[in-house]
């Protein structure tokens, strides 16, 4: 058993180094962003297993899918700056810090493993939900409203929605409800799931709409804000 494990282990540090790699060789990832992907990769492996590392791959996928999608038009919504493709260190800790976090009880607290595995999903699927509506509601959105005051705004501005945006976003987080699910079966924790990563997002938009434009907050912050959010979210949902 501890030969077995230890091969296992063996293999997703492999697996994690070649993604490394790759995604600085790519630009995709800086190297400290890179570095902290690993770091998380692992932690989340050794609280979660496959599946736990199965989702946060597929959260990368899709993140990095959408992200380098019609890059072009996304250039011309900032015209005096090029819209980023390669994500920094606090980015990834953003997005992925709440799974990471989550693992650390699931490693100390076995007893309520699935538990933490339901809100390590749900962070996910905020952290989906909120990449893709923002990054492809850029490019296919047609009316864009402040999520507070529901008054007509350009796109691209922090906490600015559309029905395209929010709708593409609803479907990241059904992605990674389904993932989570067919990996533990199918149950009342894909709808939890599927909810908090749809109302993470939104809180995500108002966050932006009211603290971030205040610059109390950064992008970083709030990204972080929406994963956490989901996951308490999704324990309250659960508890009910």
């Not at 994500?87 to 699935?114: E, S, W, Y």
């Not at 595995?117 to 952290?127: D, E, N, T, V, W």
């Not at 939890?192 to 603290?211: M, P, Q, Y």
Request: charged share 10%; proline share 2%; aromatic share 8%.
């Amino acid at each position: 058993m501890a030969f077995s494990s230890l091969s296992h282990i063996a293999l997703v540090l492999v697996l994690l180094i070649i993604v490394m790699v790759i995604c600085i060789k790519t630009g995709k990832l800086s190297i400290p962003a890179s570095l902290a992907a690993g770091l998380t990769g692992l932690l989340v492996y050794a609280g979660a297993g496959y599946t736990g590392l199965g989702l946060l791959g597929v959260f990368f996928i899709l993140g990095t899918l959408a992200t380098s999608h019609r890059k072009d038009l996304k250039a011309k919504i900032h015209p005096d700056s090029v819209h980023p493709e390669t994500r920094k260190a606090g980015q990834v800790f953003a997005n992925g810090g709440m799974a990471a976090l989550l693992a650390i009880p699931m490693i100390i607290d076995p007893a309520h493993a699935t538990l933490y595995g339901m809100m390590m999903a749900a962070s996910l699927a905020s952290a989906t939900a909120d990449t893709l509506s923002s990054e492809l509601g850029m490019v296919y959105g047609r009316n864009f409203y402040n999520i507070l005051s529901f008054k007509k705004e350009p796109k691209g501005l922090d906490g600015v929605v559309s029905i395209e945006g929010t709708l593409i976003g609803a479907a990241g987080a059904f992605i990674i409800a389904a993932a989570y699910s067919l990996s533990t079966g199918f149950d009342k924790r894909f709808v939890i799931i599927l909810l908090a990563g749809v109302i993470g997002n939104l809180a995500d938009s108002v966050l932006g709409a009211s603290l971030e434009r205040k610059h109390y907050i950064n992008n970083d912050v709030v990204n972080f804000l929406n994963t956490f959010f989901a996951a308490v979210i999704a324990l309250l949902l659960y508890l009910l």
